[in-house]
T-cell receptor, first 114, second 112 residues
Framework: GAGVSQSPSNKVTEKGKDVELRCDPI?????LYWYRQSLGQGLEFLIY????????KSGLPSDRFSAERTGGSVSTLTIQRTQQEDSAVYLC????????????FGQGTRLTVV | AQSVTQLGSHVSVSEGALVLLRCNYS??????LFWYVQYPNQGLQLLLK??????LVKGINGFEAEFKKSETSFHLTKPSAHMSDAAEYFC??????????FGTGTSLTVIP
């Protein structure tokens, strides 16, 4: 595809359940980011992947959050034992990796924990 | 600490009026600067960016921004607002690290 693709676009889950959010970056982009956007808030950095380097996990809010990127392409963000405060829009972005290159964003996954 | 500040979480302008959205950054190293726009229920779209060279940067939809090192600012402007400009605008900065630092956003309302 031409852009960053995220699935599902919407997810409603019960408190305590695990969820997986998927991101397909733009082909050839070596960098991949996950951000969280809560209602009326800015973007909160979660995790960053760059090529084969160890990911920057400094933004993950708790050990319930994890992410992986397989084969340098598709990424999955997993939230275990979801809580109501996890409700937010989760945005994925990819870029060519150079410091001056911009990030291209997907449409996001709206997660609602009930 | 590296940070981005967007002054004014909500800005309202009349159609045809000047749009000015403010962004200031704090950095001890030269930054790369970006403005993104987010329409309802969509992801973020790049409006423009400053990396090196000319400090006045032109972007899409008639927007431009000027990098002023002495003021540590990168304000976004558009001479004449259009109804379609109503959206959320985010300023972002990238330093030597990996991530983009985003401001908290400014919601622009255009009054007919």
């Amino acid at each position: 595809g031409a852009g960053v693709s995220q699935s599902p676009s919407n997810k409603v889950t019960e408190k305590g359940k695990d969820v997986e959010l998927r991101c397909d970056p733009i082909s050839g982009h070596t960098a991949l980011y996950w951000y969280r956007q809560s209602l009326g808030q800015g973007l909160e950095f979660l995790i960053y992947f760059q090529g084969n380097s160890a990911p920057d996990k400094s933004g993950l809010p708790s050990d319930r959050f994890s992410a992986e990127r397989t084969g340098g392409s598709v990424s999955t963000l997993t939230i275990q034992r979801t809580q109501q405060e996890d409700s937010a829009v989760y945005l994925c972005a990819s870029s060519l990796g150079g410091r001056g290159t911009e990030a291209f964003f997907g449409q996001g996954t709206r997660l609602t924990v009930v | 600490a590296q940070s981005v500040t967007q002054l004014g979480s909500h800005v309202s302008v009349s159609e045809g009026a000047l749009v000015l959205l403010r962004c200031n950054y704090s950095s001890s190293v030269p930054p790369y600067l970006f403005w993104y726009v987010q329409y309802p229920n969509q992801g973020l779209q790049l409006l423009l960016k400053y990396t090196t060279g000319a400090t006045l940067v032109k972007g899409i939809n008639g927007f431009e921004a000027e990098f002023k090192k002495s003021e540590t600012s990168f304000h976004l402007t558009k001479p004449s607002a259009h109804m379609s400009d109503a959206a959320e605008y985010f300023c972002a900065v990238r330093y030597t690290g990996n991530q983009f630092y985003f401001g908290t956003g400014t919601s622009l309302t255009v009054i007919p």
